[in-house]
């Protein structure tokens, strides 16, 4: 299906565990991101990507990292989870200078 | 400094008011685009509008007007005889274009309404 999906929508882990939420998107969009939602805080932006191999950091990229080898695909890994990263994730892709178009969120709870 | 500001924490009207959503915002560019996102109780974040920093017509879709203001830097949302169906977190959102698309969202606006 068209759009942009994000996977899985629910994930339970343990402190210090690695664990990597996906993100793709069908419409070649050069622009992706990656944000968590706290309460209070709103979204905040982690990383983004301008295009495949060029990423840079947001407000909030410590204990994250990012990678885009393609177009499409805009993957984020916690290294080694902590409580403070328990989050709702949301990606979102764009063209530049347009709206941002979301995934529907992965909620991570971190134990 | 936050580049975005919604005051209103959390709002509650009853069902058929008006309400007007506040947003300012803050930047030293010339081109610059304001959002406004809702995001219902299911989670999704839904896109509402998009406005730039040279258009500053007021903007109507239905129920739901825009105000933008740059001599004030406020970009505020009405919703007009308001719905159960309007109740959602709604945010506001800049994104600079020297910034590489890069969006400032505001905290949010908890909207309640009342049937």
């Known amino acids: 299906d068209a759009g942009i999906t994000q996977s899985p929508r629910y994930k339970i882990t343990e402190t210090g565990r690695q664990v990597t939420l996906m993100c793709h998107q069908t419409w070649s969009h050069s622009y992706m991101f990656w944000y968590r939602q706290d309460l209070g805080h709103g979204l905040r932006l982690i990383y983004y990507s301008a295009a495949a191999d060029i990423t840079d950091k947001g407000e909030v990229p410590d204990g994250y990292v990012v990678s885009r080898s393609k177009t499409e695909n805009f993957p984020l890994t916690l290294e080694s989870a902590t409580r403070s990263q328990t989050s709702v994730y949301f990606c979102a892709s764009s063209v530049l200078e347009t709206e941002q178009f979301f995934g529907p969120g992965t909620r991570l709870t971190v134990l | ?115």
């Open chain 2, 1 to 115: 400094a936050q580049k975005v500001t919604q005051a209103q924490t959390e709002i509650s009207v009853v069902e058929k008011e008006d309400v007007t959503l506040d947003c300012v915002y803050e930047t030293r560019d010339t081109t610059y685009y304001l959002f406004w996102y809702k995001q219902p109780p299911s989670g999704e974040l839904v896109f509402l509008i998009r406005r730039n920093s040279f258009d500053e017509q007021n903007e109507i879709s239905g129920r739901y007007s825009w105000n933008f203001q740059k001599s004030t830097s406020s970009f505020n949302f009405t919703i007009t005889a308001s719905q159960v169906v309007d109740s959602a977190v709604y945010f506001c959102a800049l994104s600079e274009a020297n910034t590489g698309n890069q969006f400032y969202f505001g905290t949010g606006t908890s909207l309640t309404v009342i049937p």
